[in-house]
């Protein structure tokens, strides 16, 4: 059974990077499209970020030069850095496998003064 296993959520100032990691297991995901989501408090989830392969990745425009998502297909771990961040983009962040439509458990990143 696949487990997906996300960390590196945490309080951070405006203006500070995160990098989250999101670890999966019982399975290989070198082919699969694999995403980040966001839902903030009385928002709906969004998303944030799309991995198919290097040359194929989108993102939404509210995080466009500030986020970058990546894949090390040897961890099964797929990252999200996050750069010069906003108190907007507060919010529980979610690991997503297109393919299978599983979810990870979600980590906070919370960017406050």
């Known amino acids: 059974q696949v487990q997906l296993v996300e960390s590196g959520g945490g309080l951070v100032q405006p203006g500070g990077s995160l990098r989250l990691s999101c670890a999966a297991s019982?399975?290989?995901?070198?082919?699969?499209?694999m995403g980040w989501y966001r839902q903030a408090p009385g928002k709906e989830r969004e998303l944030v970020a799309t991995y198919l392969s290097r040359s194929s990745t989108n993102y939404a425009d509210s995080v466009k030069g500030r986020f970058t998502i990546s894949r090390d297909n040897a961890k099964n771990t797929v990252y999200l850095q996050m750069n010069s961040l906003k108190p907007d983009d507060t919010a529980v962040y979610y690991c997503?496998?297109?393919?299978?439509?599983?979810w990870g458990q979600g980590t906070q990143v919370t960017v406050s003064s």
């Open positions: 997503h496998i297109r393919e299978l439509d599983y």
């Open positions: 019982g399975s290989i995901f070198r082919f699969w499209t």
